[in-house]
């Protein structure tokens, strides 16, 4: 364990943190405020960090995505690893978003890098990632199938957009209109942060700025550390299945899970890597399994390396749970919601108190595009549905939230509908959808769409169709979804179809898993559901 920094003073260490921690939610906010397409200035698909010199993560925005954290952790490395320091200037920014060659997690998560030089040496790094909804209409067998790979190279040199790098990627895009300005929004992000870098710097000198997030480090490795004594020693072991459009039959997933003093050991056993987009590479893996260490041992901890210092991860390499190139890995985020509903399942039995039942376990997504009549120009609209949250053993789970990896906003009809030749004709809760129990499980969304021109292609993807979100202690499983056209389901069980006008696409996201007997619970919680309108019905309810 390092601890090479406590002569600093402990006080100043909190100051730098808060300041770190403003400057990242800064940086994200900039993001979303400064951008063009729905995707991120309305449901705020990114986030940011910064990082010490070598790479490693000081802080994140904790608004944005924490499957982002998989998008950004490889990336300075790669990037000092393909550029000597003495090629990197004051006001370049880097470009990447591939995940075998860039440290990414897919390819529409773009990633802009830009280093902080303090007294002519590189400092720190301001990086921000955002989902680029553009890759429409894709295969998934393999990752050149995906769209364009971007290896960690500068895309602006000296503070100077490089115009041809700019036009290769362009040409590559669907909606090349919002790519620009989207990408000037990350310029202008990281701009921010790395001003407000420097304005830290000059407050507190470069060195003490250096010793203190080398020291916050450390404080999240102990505060991990003491966070693991409390959880009892032993193996525990956990199993899921994954169900997929496409998949001939569901894929086993595995784990095992040693807890031993105050240290994690994970290691995953899942089937070779498949040709489709759910495979996961060890960045989403990492992230993922980061996250959900956090949420059951104490997460007030800052989200840094020092939280990872503790927690060892192994998964066989060329497995879906540890892809190789040339795999795809468009929807891995699924993936991931069933990587963390393995680590709660695991910890259930050692700390009860501290996990959910299964949430939705799903990143529901749709991609409708095609010709829009209104402007003659291509669109592209992708967005992820929330489901339910599962139940806690004193709480009912959330209804309709995005849980876990994703953090995603909903995008608002209206916007919606202004931008898109779309019509939102339902978004409800599902009823019935949250598993029975003492505490019932969270309920999953409707959104049904209605194609207003032809020519639509969407593509529809999610898990939890063939399984269903379990519940713990005796609570049952929350429902399942699906997706259907014009009520019926066969047409787009493959996963994607082409839309003619007035053609209505249903897309229901899976409900979650409920805790404890459902006989436990008091008549009196009962009623007040029955008074705020929750919809739930209980064995007790059932003539």
Not at 297 to 312: E, K, M
Not at 422 to 440: C, M
Request: charged share 25%; glycine share 10%.
């Amino acid at each position: 364990m390092t601890n090479t920094h406590s002569a600093i003073d402990p006080i100043r260490v909190e100051v730098i943190s808060s300041a770190l921690r403003s400057l990242v939610q800064e940086v994200g906010s900039t993001l979303v405020r400064a951008a063009f397409s729905t995707n991120i200035k309305e449901r705020r698909d990114g986030t940011a960090a910064v990082f010490d010199k070598d790479g490693l993560i000081v802080a994140q925005d904790e608004l944005g995505s924490t499957l982002h954290l998989g998008t950004l952790i490889g990336i300075i490395a790669e990037i000092r690893r393909r550029y000597p320091e003495d090629r990197i200037e004051d006001g370049d920014v880097f470009i990447g978003n591939d995940p075998y060659r860039g440290g990414g997690s897919h390819l529409p998560d773009i990633v802009l890098a830009t280093p902080i030089f303090v007294d002519g040496k590189i400092h720190a790094w301001v990086a921000n990632a955002a989902h680029h909804a553009d890759y429409a209409d894709r295969g998934h067998k393999h990752i050149f199938q995906e769209g364009l790979r971007i290896a960690p190279v500068k895309f602006a040199q000296r503070g100077v957009v490089q115009e041809d790098l700019l036009e290769l990627i362009l040409v590559n895009c669907q909606v090349p209109s919002e790519r620009v300005p989207d990408l000037h929004a990350q310029m202008a992000a990281n701009a921010l942060g790395r001003v407000r870098y420097l304005e830290l710097a000059e407050r507190f000198g470069a060195d003490t700025l250096s010793a203190a997030t080398a020291a916050l480090m450390d404080y999240t490795e102990r505060r991990m550390r003491a966070a693991i004594r409390e959880l009892p020693d032993g193996t525990y072991h956990s199993e899921d299945v994954f169900d997929f459009p496409g998949l001939a039959q569901p894929l086993d997933l595995n784990l095992t899970l040693t807890i031993d003093g105050d240290e994690l050991f994970f290691e995953f056993d899942g089937p070779d890597q498949v040709p489709m987009g759910i495979n996961v590479v060890w960045t989403a893996l990492y992230a993922t399994v980061y996250y959900s260490v956090l949420t059951v041992t104490d997460p007030d901890i800052i989200p840094n390396a020092g939280l990872h210092r503790p927690v060892h991860i192994k998964a066989r390499e060329g497995s879906v749970l540890n892809a190789v190139e040339p795999a795809a890995v468009f929807q891995r985020s699924h993936t991931c919601q069933r990587i963390v509903d393995l680590v709660h399942r695991a910890i259930a039995d050692a700390a009860p108190h501290r996990v959910t039942a299964a949430s939705n376990g799903a990143n529901t997504g749709a991609m409708f595009s095609g010709l829009n009549p209104r402007t003659g120009r291509y669109f592209v609209y992708m967005e992820s549905f929330g489901g339910g949250s599962g139940a806690r053993y004193n709480k009912d789970g959330l209804d309709g939230i995005q849980v876990h990896i994703t953090n995603t906003s909903n995008l608002p009809v209206e916007a919606l509908e202004s931008e898109y030749p779309l019509l939102i004709e339902r978004y409800e809760l599902v009823d019935d959808s949250g598993g029975a129990g003492e505490f019932r499980g969270g309920m999953g969304i409707l959104r049904r769409v209605r194609a207003l021109t032809a020519d639509v292609h969407v593509q529809w993807d999610t898990t939890r169709v063939t399984s269903r979100p379990w519940g713990l202690f005796g609570g049952q499983e929350g429902a399942a979804g699906h997706c259907d056209i014009n009520g019926l389901e066969d047409p787009i069980a493959a996963g994607e179809a082409d839309l003619d006008v007035d053609d209505v696409v249903s897309i229901y996201t899976s409900g979650a898993g409920g805790y404890g007997e459902p006989a436990a619970r008091r008549e009196e919680d009962v009623e007040r559901d029955r008074r705020e309108g929750r919809f739930t019905t209980w064995p007790s309810d059932q003539s």
